[in-house]
């Protein structure tokens, strides 16, 4: 299974962007990562399905935020307050499985999306 992430783009600092991901419908948790030129993929957000709770780097934790509709299956990185070091390919992923912690390790996750660019430059 693909995901398709979309709503990455070029946006100056301090503004904001929407980032968008078709998951499926069953999934026990969700999550963003990114990766920056030069550097690893590295955890940003995660959503556990049951009970909702949330889950954020401290570089964009207060400035991020993860959520979910159900109805539509699309999940959603809210991005405010960007800053140039937020400039990065941003990836969905989503677990099937029953989940079993580590949140923030890209092999708890089984499906991943594309990847979406945000350029944060002025």
């Known amino acids: 299974v693909q995901l398709q992430a979309s709503g990455g783009g070029l946006v100056q600092p301090g503004g904001s962007l929407r980032l968008s991901c078709e998951v499926p419908r069953v999934t026990s948790l969700m999550g963003w990562f990114r990766q920056a030129p030069g550097k690893e993929r590295e955890f940003v957000a995660a959503r556990i399905q049951n009970g909702g709770r949330t889950l954020y780097a401290p570089s964009v934790k207060g400035r991020f935020t993860i959520s979910r509709d159900a109805a539509k299956n699309t999940a959603y990185l809210q991005m405010d307050s960007l800053k140039p070091e937020d400039t990065a390919v941003y990836y969905c992923?989503?677990?099937?499985?029953?989940?079993?912690?580590?949140?923030?390790?890209?092999?708890?996750?089984?499906?991943w999306g594309q990847g979406t660019l945000v350029t944060v430059s002025s």
């Open positions: 992923g989503a677990r099937a499985r029953t989940y079993s912690g580590n949140f923030d390790m890209m092999g708890s996750y089984d499906y």
